[in-house]
C-alpha cells in the first residue's frame, strides 16, 4: 500500500510539474487588458485568447477585464516572438529573445514564411556603428512577423570563453558553423538560409554601396543572392544600369563558412559610396527602409522556390 501511495504521489507531483512548465506567471500592469498582456509576452491573441480565458477565468472580472497588480498564467507557446526569434551565444549555445518591450508593437501579419528559417549573422557587430546591428533586427522583426523562425549570431562578446584572449577570425566562423548546423538539422526539411550582414563604417542618410555575394558552388545561394539584389537595383539612386554579375565569396573567413555550413548562404556588404562601381549597388536608406527592402528580396526568394515545387 505505502508503494502505491508513493507511485501516486510522484504521478501528482510530475503532472503538477508538466502543468507548470506549460505556462507562466504575469502580473498585469495599469492599462493591460488580455489583447495587449497576451501581445506583450509575444503571444497572438487571436490564437491564445480561449486558452488565456481558461487558465484564468476565476481572476478576470466581468469576462474580460484584468486586474492590476494581480498574477496571470500566460500559455508557453513555440509560435511566441520570444521563441520565433532568438538570438544565440555561439560560444555555450545559451538563447535569449531578440525584443523585449517592443513586442507589444509587435503582430502577426501572415503565415508567408511558417516554414522558413533564417540565420542572420552580425559580422564584428561590437567594432562598427549600430547601422547593421539596427538593420538586422529591423529585418528579424520583418520576418518574424510573416511566420519565420529567426536566429541572431554574432552579437556576443569575441573573448574566449574563460579567457580574455579575443577569437580569432576562423574560430568565430567555427561556431557560427557549430550553432547554425546544429540548429539546420533541428529544422530538417524546412527552407533553411543563412544571411551575413557586413557593414563598415556606414554613416546614416549618406549614399551606401550595397553588395550581394554568394558561394560559387550553391545554386540556391546564387538565387537568395540575385533575389537579394534585384529589390536593391529597383530602389537604386543612380541612374546607370548595373550590369548583371556574379560576385562570390573570395575571402578566407567567408569561403570557411560557405564550404562547411549546411543551408545556403549569402552575404550583403554595405559601405559609404566612394566611387561608382557596376558590381555595387549605390542607395540612400533609412534603417527601417533598408530592412524593408531585404525582407522584400528574401520573401521573393521564398516564393519563387514555392511555385517550383
Known amino acids: 500500500m505505502r508503494l502505491l501511495q508513493t507511485l501516486f504521489l510522484g504521478v501528482c507531483a510530475c503532472s503538477v510539474i508538466l502543468a507548470q512548465e506549460d505556462h507562466y506567471t504575469v502580473v498585469a500592469e495599469q492599462g493591460d487588458g488580455i489583447f495587449s498582456l497576451l501581445r506583450k509576452q509575444g503571444l497572438d491573441p487571436a490564437k491564445h485568447y480561449g486558452e488565456f480565458l481558461e487558465l484564468n477565468s476565476e481572476k478576470i472580472k466581468n469576462g474580460t477585464q484584468l486586474q492590476v497588480g494581480v498574477g496571470y498564467e500566460v500559455p508557453r507557446a513555440k509560435d511566441s516572438f520570444k521563441n520565433t526569434g532568438v538570438t544565440v551565444q555561439t560560444q555555450d549555445g545559451v538563447e535569449a529573445p531578440i525584443f523585449d518591450t517592443e513586442l507589444g508593437q509587435m503582430s502577426l501579419k501572415s503565415e508567408t514564411l511558417k516554414n522558413a528559417v533564417y540565420y542572420l549573422i552580425v559580422e564584428n ?17 520583418d520576418l518574424m512577423v510573416h511566420g519565420a523562425q529567426v536566429y541572431v549570431l554574432g552579437q556576443e562578446t569575441t573573448d574566449a570563453i574563460g579567457s580574455d584572449k579575443p577569437l580569432t577570425q ?13 540548429r539546420y538539422i533541428q529544422n530538417s526539411g524546412k527552407y533553411q538560409r543563412v544571411l551575413v550582414i557586413r557593414a563598415t563604417g556606414v554613416n546614416a542618410g549618406n549614399n551606401m554601396d550595397v553588395a550581394v555575394y554568394h558561394y560559387n558552388k550553391s545554386e540556391l545561394g546564387q538565387r537568395f543572392a540575385n533575389n537579394i539584389q534585384n529589390v536593391f537595383k529597383e530602389n537604386s539612386v543612380s541612374n546607370h544600369t548595373y550590369k548583371d554579375v556574379d560576385m562570390i565569396f573570395d575571402d578566407k573567413s567567408s569561403l570557411y563558412l560557405a564550404r562547411n555550413i549546411l543551408p545556403a548562404i549569402s552575404l550583403i556588404t554595405l559601405e559609404n559610396t ?13 534603417r527601417k527602409r533598408f530592412a524593408n527592402l531585404l525582407t522584400n528580396g528574401i520573401m521573393n526568394d521564398y516564393a519563387d522556390l514555392e511555385i517550383e515545387e
Request: no cysteine; hydrophobic share 35%.
Open 125 to 141: 557587430a561590437e567594432h562598427t556603428d549600430t547601422y547593421a546591428k539596427e538593420v538586422t533586427e529591423n529585418l528579424a522583426a
Open 170 to 182: 576562423m574560430e568565430k566562423m567555427g561556431n557560427y558553423i557549430a550553432a547554425i548546423n546544429k
Open 274 to 286: 566612394t566611387k561608382k562601381s557596376n558590381e555595387k549597388i549605390a542607395v540612400q536608406l533609412d
